[in-house]
C-alpha cells in the first residue's frame, strides 16, 4: 500500500510539472470564445434583430402598440392653445376623490415648484418675479382658469412656463391644480 502511494505522488509531481505552461507551444483553449470573445462597437449597428419591416435592429427596444406604461393614465388632450381652450371649455375636472387630495401635500408641492415665480398665495408675486428675473406672471384672481386647465398648462407648459410633467406625477400635478383653485378661491 505504500508503494502505491508512492507511485502516485511521484506520478502526481511528473504530471505537474509536464502540464506547465510552455510559451514555445501555447496550451489548447477549451472554450476559444471565452477567451477571444468578439469586440462590439459601441452604440454601433447590430444584426442582432434583423426583421423585413427596416426598423435595422431596433424592434427589440420598441414597446408593443398600443401599450402604455405601468400606472400611467393617458391624457387625451395634445399639446395645443385649441386644445387648452377645449379643456377650459370642457371644465375638466380631476379624476381624483376630493377627499383623496391632501391639500397639505399639495401646498408643499406647489411651494417647491410653483410659489418661486406665482407666489405662496398664487398673486403672481414671487421671489423670481420680485427680483424681476421674470415678469408677467399673472395673478390667479385674474385669470379664467379651472382643474383641467392647470393641470393642462403644468403638463405642457405655457408662454414663459416649462412643463412639470417630468417632476410631477399625474396624481401630483391634479393635486397642485385643486391647490391652485383652493388659492384662487381665497385671492
Same mark, same amino acid.
Given at each position: 500500500?505504500?508503494?502505491?502511494?508512492?507511485?502516485?505522488?511521484?506520478?502526481?509531481?511528473?504530471?505537474?510539472?509536464?502540464?506547465? /505552461?510552455?510559451?514555445?507551444?501555447?496550451?489548447?483553449?477549451?472554450?476559444?470564445?471565452?477567451? *477571444?470573445?468578439?469586440?462590439? *462597437?459601441?452604440?454601433?449597428?447590430?444584426?442582432?434583430?434583423?426583421?423585413?419591416? !427596416?426598423? /435595422?435592429?431596433?424592434?427589440?427596444?420598441?414597446?408593443?402598440?398600443?401599450?402604455?406604461?405601468?400606472?400611467?393614465?393617458?391624457?387625451?388632450?395634445?399639446?395645443?392653445? *385649441?386644445?387648452?381652450?377645449?379643456?377650459? $371649455?370642457?371644465?375638466?375636472?380631476?379624476?381624483?376623490?376630493?377627499?383623496?387630495?391632501?391639500?397639505?401635500?399639495?401646498?408643499?408641492?406647489?411651494?417647491?415648484?410653483? $410659489?418661486?415665480?406665482?407666489?405662496? $398665495?398664487?398673486?403672481?408675486?414671487?421671489?423670481?418675479? /420680485?427680483?424681476?428675473?421674470?415678469?408677467?406672471?399673472?395673478?390667479? /384672481?385674474?385669470?379664467?382658469?379651472?382643474? !383641467?386647465?392647470?393641470?393642462?398648462?403644468?403638463?405642457?407648459?405655457?408662454?414663459?412656463?416649462?412643463?412639470? $410633467?417630468?417632476?410631477?406625477?399625474?396624481?401630483?400635478?391634479?393635486?397642485?391644480?385643486?391647490?391652485?383653485?383652493?388659492?384662487?378661491?381665497?385671492?
Amino acid at each position: 500500500m505504500k508503494s502505491l502511494l508512492k507511485i502516485a505522488v511521484v506520478t502526481g509531481i511528473i504530471v505537474s510539472f509536464s502540464s506547465c /505552461k510552455d510559451n514555445s507551444k501555447p496550451n489548447y483553449q477549451y472554450m476559444p470564445n471565452m477567451y *477571444e470573445s468578439v469586440a462590439y *462597437e459601441t452604440y454601433s449597428e447590430s444584426d442582432a434583430f434583423n426583421s423585413p419591416t !427596416g426598423l /435595422k435592429g431596433k424592434e427589440g427596444q420598441l414597446p408593443p402598440n398600443g401599450s402604455i406604461k405601468r400606472g400611467f393614465v393617458p391624457y387625451e388632450y395634445p399639446d395645443t392653445p *385649441e386644445a387648452l381652450l377645449a379643456v377650459k $371649455a370642457a371644465n375638466l375636472k380631476s379624476p381624483l376623490d376630493s377627499t383623496k387630495v391632501d391639500m397639505k401635500k399639495a401646498q408643499e408641492l406647489f411651494d417647491i415648484y410653483c $410659489a418661486i415665480c406665482h407666489g405662496t $398665495a398664487g398673486d403672481g408675486q414671487g421671489k423670481l418675479v /420680485k427680483q424681476q428675473k421674470f415678469l408677467g406672471v399673472p395673478s390667479y /384672481k385674474d385669470r379664467q382658469i379651472n382643474e !383641467g386647465s392647470v393641470f393642462h398648462v403644468q403638463t405642457y407648459g405655457l408662454n414663459s412656463m416649462g412643463s412639470y $410633467a417630468n417632476q410631477l406625477s399625474q396624481e401630483e400635478r391634479w393635486m397642485v391644480a385643486s391647490y391652485v383653485m383652493e388659492l384662487k378661491s381665497k385671492l
